[in-house]
Nanobody, 124 residues
Framework: VQLQASGGGLVQAGGSLRLSCAAS????????MDWFRQAPGKEREFVAH????????DYADSVKGRFIISRDNAKNTVYLQMNSLKPEDTAVYYC??????????????????WGKGTQVTVSS
């Protein structure tokens, strides 16, 4: 599976961005998908999760109420709508998919494939 994240950029605090993650090589419609982020000097952290059918979502407390994860299985694409952005949201954002294990999705080590990441910078 190849994952390509896009949509990052520079935005002022309070602004919005929409990230996309396009998959190729395998349909992702059978799998849950996740977004993680990594800020400079920090460990990669869980951001959002969506199940295969898009019925169930989960979010890190830090983004709950501001970010929305969604998917379009017909386009083999997952999205992350980020609203009310804060400077502390500045990070490289990665999409990922877990296929070969049953570990909890909030752990980066449970992901089997990663996209290359897209930079999000929020200015104050």
């Amino acid at each position: 599976v190849q994952l390509q994240a896009s949509g990052g950029g520079l935005v002022q605090a309070g602004g919005s961005l929409r990230l996309s993650c396009a998959a190729s090589g395998r349909t992702i419609s059978l799998y849950a998908m996740d977004w993680f982020r990594q800020a400079p000097g920090k460990e990669r952290e869980f951001v959002a999760h969506i199940n295969a059918y898009g019925e169930t979502t989960d979010y890190a407390d830090s983004v709950k109420g501001r970010f929305i994860i969604s998917r379009d299985n017909a386009k083999n694409t997952v999205y992350l709508q980020m609203n009310s952005l804060k400077p502390e949201d500045t990070a490289v954002y990665y999409c990922a998919v877990q296929i070969f294990n049953d570990y909890h999705y909030s752990q980066p080590s449970s992901m089997d494939y990663w996209g290359k990441g897209t930079q999000v910078t929020v200015s104050s």
